[in-house]
């Protein structure tokens, strides 16, 4: 039996997958920035009405994944599975809006690379005929995630200049089984990469090198070369990440001029953000807020969209543990 | 286009992935309860000669995937993909069990649900003809757990009656694309069942009613009867959880008779766990421990395995979230 594969680690899509609707939520600072044109909704503060900051993240999950239902025409209960995930432990966003949804489930973790883990499961659910729409989320919320994994954000700890910026953002996706528009042709499925990188500040050096190794064996495995794609971008590896990658790729003779990051450009220098963005909502709210409305314009025709996790946890770090990382791929094509 | 669905959650495996081998490692507490026979290896003490316990699940973790792999002849790289979760935050288990493998590598978090998750997502990779063979495991450890989730064990803090006692082990399967032995035939993918139920040390209360939907929904989707079942299996209700899906199943004229749970089959009454086992690992090790060889003997050819997941995290408690659950169940069938 021949497997719909190629090399290794890429799915192929034949029946060709397409996202027919997508929204995107985010946080004041995020509607500061260079794509602020580009979401659907801005929050003028991180609460969104809600006491807590975790139940703001949920409700940033649910409006955007209502939102692009409502875009779609669609009802949550036309949706055959609902795939998502986010940072928070136990992933309880994700867990709490699939309950106001009320759809078949599937929990996902990646950190920041579970929008492109879910893109690629929604295209194996539907390419392998077992669903007509599958919805998508992955969200981030800055202060979540800071008291999460690092130090409550009241505390006003300094953060050092290899830190990202969390995003405060959710983007959901519907996707459905007819080949139109904005198609997932491919995706290709990362290994662990984890170099022995162990500081908790500086996930970009961390994750670079998982980065790499899934563009490259995306290229080994589909026979491309780099410029077949009129973009490679990442989410997130940051700006210190972003040239650590571009370096390696430049040492295997490829071009990089098409290679950015989602985390760069989600804030302007100016925002002080220092690395960059990242989190989950990073990669999900500018593929859904800019990157497909660009592709729509005819800007992109071909993207490699590269979701890059540091799986790490805190206790992991404190018991001297390196930082495993891991990135997904999907090829996303507009025609 | 007709989907390879019956109903609106159940997924239909027509080229009938199988799982070609299984191996169970657990720790002192299981190899001391009535299904000790069973389990691959029984480790004497909790830490499994590592520093820390999260240390020593992971290694269980590894462990028993690499021997599933010896049993079937196979190395990790044999495998197109490997899909694993635990109850660690950023299931730290499964993440740094993939980097050991080395394999591609898709991370879940369905708590308790997650092996049932996991078998489900191997089998829609595999009966879709995107793999030829998939690695799952899931795994719990009673320290780590009790200490992230509750209280550090050291404490001696008193349960309660109504808690369960999380499992120490970790189950790992191979499936493969070959129909033979112990098919994997469909799987119905839970909806979060939210009752409003708040108390954490509670879970079997909490995750009847998602075990009772899942159940229900199945039976309608395949237009089965509950004793077209040999044994309909939940992972893990507990004593209390089980009492009380028998009376919701009693409740729509059903008879319960074949319904049980792997909780309760894990631990003898006299090791006085209350209200019987727990864990991604409990449901693990007893079907890779205990049910398969059941149904090579004969005594079972038709199982519905249900995994129930609680999906709260100790932030949502905190903040007066009730606990969203979900069950999927997948039929696994001897021939």
């Known amino acids: 039996m021949v497997l719909k594969k190629l090399g290794k680690q890429t799915l192929q899509f034949n029946s060709i997958p397409s996202i027919k609707s997508w929204a995107s939520v985010v946080g004041p600072m995020e509607g500061q920035g260079p794509l602020a044109d580009y979401f659907d909704v801005i ?34 209960t036309d949706l055959d599975f609902y795939l998502a995930g986010d940072l928070l432990n136990q992933i309880i966003t994700a867990n709490f809006t699939a309950g106001s949804l009320g759809v078949p489930f599937f929990g996902l973790f990646g950190a920041c690379s579970t929008l492109a883990e879910g893109l690629a499961l929604a295209g194996v659910l539907i390419d392998g005929g077992y669903a007509a729409k599958v919805g998508v989320s992955a969200s981030s919320h800055h202060d979540t995630a ?72 995306h290229l080994q495995d589909t026979g491309r070369k780099i410029d077949d794609y009129d973009l490679i971008i990442t989410g997130d590896l940051g700006l210190l990440g972003n040239n650590i990658l571009k370096e390696l790729l430049k040492k295997q003779g490829m071009d990089t001029g098409n290679v950015s990051d989602c985390g760069i450009l989600i804030y302007s220098p100016e925002q002080d953000t220092h690395s960059g963005g990242s989190g989950c909502g990073c990669s999900a709210v500018v593929l859904a807020g800019y990157l497909l409305e660009q592709m729509r314009k005819g800007v992109y025709k071909r993207i490699f969209l590269v979701g890059t996790g540091a799986l790490l946890s805190p206790t992991s770090s404190f018991q001297g543990n390196s930082i495993p990382c891991i990135a997904h791929g999907v090829v996303l094509e507009y025609s």
């Open 43 to 76: 929050w003028d503060n991180t609460l969104g009405s809600e006491k807590t900051w975790e139940k703001a993240e949920q409700k940033l999950m649910q409006y955007s994944m209502e939102l692009a239902l409502e875009k779609a025409g669609l009802l949550p």
């Open 146 to 217: 800071e008291r999460q994994f690092r130090f409550p954000t009241e505390l006003g700890v300094q953060r050092p200049k290899t830190a990202q910026w969390t995003v405060t953002g959710c983007g959901s996706f519907v996707v459905e089984n007819k080949s139109h528009g904005f198609k997932i042709t491919q995706a290709t499925i990362g290994k662990v990469v984890d170099m022995g990188t162990m500081n908790a500040n500086d996930m970009g050096t961390a994750m670079a090198p998982a980065a790499f190794d899934t563009i490259q064996t």
